[in-house]
Nanobody, 123 residues
Framework: VQLQASGGGLVQAGGSLRLSCAAS????????KEWYRQAPGKQRELVAA???????NYADSVKGRFTISSDNAKNTVYLQMNSLKPEDTAVYYC??????????????????WGQGTQVTVSS
């Protein structure tokens, strides 16, 4: 499975961007789809996640401004980012966690990563 992120760019504070992450290949098992970001000199942090059942969770810093959604028919996850702030500037990465069980009942878990897409918010 390969993940291809797109949609980053330069935007003024208060503006909006929508990131997309398209998966090629077949995802198996239970999947959670996520967006992370990493600003210069900082650790990568989880921004938003959506579980197979549709439940979502967000970092406190983006609640009310960002929305994660998934189109399973297109194998694509989105991150709608509104009211962007300069502190949202970072490289954004998409990821997909998977969990499935072998015929012997052994769990197999892992994570696929996409390449990053740069988001720059000017003040």
């Amino acid at each position: 499975v390969q993940l291809q992120a797109s949609g980053g760019g330069l935007v003024q504070a208060g503006g909006s961007l929508r990131l997309s992450c398209a998966a090629s290949g077949k995802l198996v098992g239970i999947n959670t789809k996520e967006w992370y970001r990493q600003a210069p000199g900082k650790q990568r942090e989880l921004v938003a996640a959506i579980a197979s059942g549709g439940s979502t969770n967000y970092a406190d810093s983006v609640k009310g401004r960002f929305t994660i959604s998934s189109d399973n028919a297109k194998n694509t996850v989105y991150l709608q980012m509104n009211s962007l702030k300069p502190e949202d500037t970072a490289v954004y990465y998409c990821a997909t966690d998977y969990l499935y069980y072998t015929d012997y009942g052994n769990p197999v878990a892992g994570r696929y990563w996409g390449q990053g897409t740069q988001v720059t918010v000017s003040s």
